[in-house]
């Protein structure tokens, strides 16, 4: 659009068009504008792609309970919300998969459309603020953002099974915790050195040794 601003664009590239269908799109309509409206949804929905990191994280398709918060202020629509869904991981210690649960608790402002355009002509200053600022679509919001962000930060960095988990053997890579007592025997690699060095003198002096006269096949 010719006429709007630069904001406004990026927002709208930014944001696809919303299809009330989607599970994580949420509809305010009912709240219209009038400050202090309040609205509470539950919902279950398939995790999306993708929810959590590496080592640990909510299963594509496993199910995410939500319960809403939807309040109406001067500025947009208050969302306070809590989740809760399984984690599937494996111990980063011993390799072992983890199940967990989580729950997570959230919250995020969603901006009328001429919001930008009013904290503009405030002439605020802070260009980031702006760029982080989530926008209403027809009176729609997508959720996926905001629960990705706190599933994620919540995720522990270093899952473990237990906190005391011994991990594994690193010379053979036993699971220690089967086997508390597994052990090898330590041998400093310059004795190492000198036991292979003696075992190779005594395999050149048997090879070397004078044979018994009649095993001679040149005396036949």
């Known amino acids: 659009m010719p006429g709007c601003p630069p904001q406004r664009r990026k927002q709208e590239a930014l944001n696809a068009r919303l ?3 989607a599970p994580l799109v949420f509809d305010t309509r009912e709240l219209g504008r009038r400050p202090g409206a309040l609205k509470r949804v539950s919902r279950s ?5 993708d929810l959590g990191i590496e080592v640990i994280g909510v299963r594509e398709g496993a199910t995410v309970e939500l319960d809403l918060r939807l309040e109406s202020v001067m500025e947009g629509v208050l969302v306070t919300g809590t989740a809760r869904a399984p984690l599937t991981g494996e111990c980063v210690r011993c390799l072992e ?7 997570v608790d959230f919250q995020e402002m969603y901006s009328y459309p001429d919001a930008d355009d009013r904290s503009r002509d405030a002439d605020t200053g802070d260009d ?3 760029e982080d600022t989530l926008f209403l679509e027809a009176d729609l919001f997508d959720l ?3 629960l990705r962000d706190a599933v994620v930060l919540a995720l522990p960095l270093q899952p473990v099974c237990r906190e005391d988990c011994p991990g594994l053997c690193a010379d053979c890579g036993a699971r220690l915790a089967d086997d508390p007592d597994h052990h090898h025997e330590a041998v400093d690699i310059r004795w190492a050195a000198l036991q292979g060095l003696a075992g190779s003198i005594q395999d050149g002096e048997k090879d070397n040794a004078p ?3 009649g095993d001679d096949p040149q005396e036949k």
């Open 128 to 130: 980031a603020e702006e």
């Open 211 to 213: 044979r018994p006269r």
């Open 45 to 49: 929905v398939a995790a999306p792609k």
């Open 144 to 146: 996926e953002p905001v």
């Open 19 to 21: 299809d009330h269908r």
């Open 97 to 103: 998969p983890l199940e967990r649960e989580l729950e």
